[in-house]
């Protein structure tokens, strides 16, 4: 396989992965977190925050991708790029490294948001049993 | 094989093991410190599941960010050398996300003990 043909396929490929990984990750947290934000908020909302955070994921993952670029802001030329076998598996390393970083912090954004959600379970019961 | 897919085969298996390994050494603990702060089994759920996924991209993305520079001809201990930065990433990013992880522990209990 010529290198420019590899740096076809590993980009396609690698895109595809990192979208994989996203949908993956949303598809994990999904039940549980659809049923916090069903207590938390009620059914509509609830949906509404699921979409959210597939939605979020999945962006997520795009984003790492393509915040890696082959040309280092105009740095390398596009023959450059594809004489170099080593820089082009490189390239696709970090490209699923920084999805992995977006998906990370993504995860731990949505942490909070169940947080915030707990919180929000909480204080009907507290104003409750203050009444009484 | 090269040594440089070698070197990085082995440290991709070391990472997926130290992941387990850590997983498996803190689930139990964390899944009843959970269940006794949130009291509810799907909030449990979604930080433990969150937990597992955060570790093993973490790892795994430490592990592919780190750079394998061998040759064809390098000798045993070069390629030691080359899993041993490769595992030194993945240990402090592990490091560092474990850190983040606890700071939301504490922020999740004194948040939900206070409205207990």
């Given at each position: 396989?010529?290198?420019?043909?590899?740096?076809?396929?590993?980009?396609?490929?690698?895109?595809?992965?990192?979208?994989?990984?996203?949908?993956?990750?949303?598809?994990?947290?999904?039940a549980p977190f659809?049923?916090?934000?069903?207590?938390?908020t009620g059914r509509l909302r609830g949906r509404v925050l699921t979409r959210a955070l597939g939605a979020f994921m999945t962006l997520a993952a795009v984003l790492g991708f393509l915040s890696v670029?082959?040309?280092?802001?105009?740095?390398?030329s596009y023959e450059e790029i594809v004489k170099d076998r080593a820089y082009l598996v490189q390239t696709n390393h970090q490209q699923l490294q920084r999805t992995g970083d977006w998906i990370v912090s993504a995860v731990f954004l949505w942490c909070v948001v169940v947080?915030?959600?707990?919180?929000?379970?909480?204080?009907?019961?507290?104003n409750r049993r203050n009444e009484n | 094989m090269s040594p440089h897919s070698i070197s990085f085969l082995v440290t991709l298996v070391i990472s997926i093991f130290i992941v387990l390994l850590i997983d498996r050494i803190?689930?139990?603990?964390?899944?009843?410190l959970l269940e006794e702060i949130v009291a509810l089994p799907s909030a449990t759920e979604f930080y433990l599941r969150a937990f597992a996924i955060v570790l093993a991209f973490v790892a795994i993305g430490a592990m592919l960010g780190s750079s394998f520079?061998?040759?064809?001809?390098?000798?045993f201990m070069e390629c030691v050398w080359a899993v041993a930065a490769g595992l030194k990433d993945v240990f402090q990013n592990l490091f560092?996300?474990?850190?983040?992880?606890?700071?939301?522990?504490?922020?999740?209990?004194?948040?939900?003990r206070r409205k207990q």
């Open positions: 396989m010529s290198n420019e043909h590899y740096l076809i396929v590993s980009y396609f490929l690698v895109g595809l992965v990192s979208l994989c990984l996203g949908i993956t990750v949303y598809r994990v947290l999904r659809a049923t916090i934000a069903e207590a938390a670029t082959y040309t280092q802001k105009g740095c390398r947080l915030i959600c707990l919180l929000g379970l909480r204080r009907p019961t507290a | 803190l689930r139990p603990g964390l899944r009843g520079d061998l040759k064809d001809g390098a000798r560092v996300v474990l850190l983040v992880y606890v700071g939301l522990m504490t922020v999740l209990i004194a948040a939900l």
